[in-house]
């Protein structure tokens, strides 16, 4: 059964790093698609960055680019968030998704950036 565990959040400076993980079990990151999205409270679902299927390739989220890198480690099944430069804004709670015949998503990690 397709499963995303989420980790690596916790509260950071402005101008700080973090590195969230999201480990899959049930399926292979490789063959799908990954997102990492945020949820501010009050705010819709914001879409951060994407894994694609096959080669890997990124797309990041304007407001994150230059920032954040999206990866993902076909050996250990996970697909990670490398956030550098934190922003204020960057607060909220940060969930990793999938879609296998209907979308999956994470218990979601807390990022707080707050000095």
């Known amino acids: 059964q397709v499963q995303l565990v989420e980790s690596g959040g916790g509260l950071v400076q402005p101008g700080g790093s973090l590195r969230l993980s999201c480990v899959a079990s049930?399926?292979?990151?490789?063959?799908?698609?990954m997102t990492w999205y945020r949820q501010v409270p009050g705010k819709e679902r914001e879409l951060v960055a994407l894994i694609s299927w096959g080669d890997g390739s990124t797309t990041h989220a304007d407001s994150v680019k230059g920032r954040f890198a999206a990866s993902r480690d076909n050996a250990k099944n996970t697909v990670y968030l490398q956030m550098n430069k934190l922003k204020f804004e960057d607060t909220g709670v940060y969930y990793c998704s999938v879609h296998v015949g209907r979308d999956y998503w994470g218990q979601g990690t807390q990022v707080t950036v707050s000095s």
């Open positions: 049930g399926f292979a990151v490789s063959d799908y698609a």
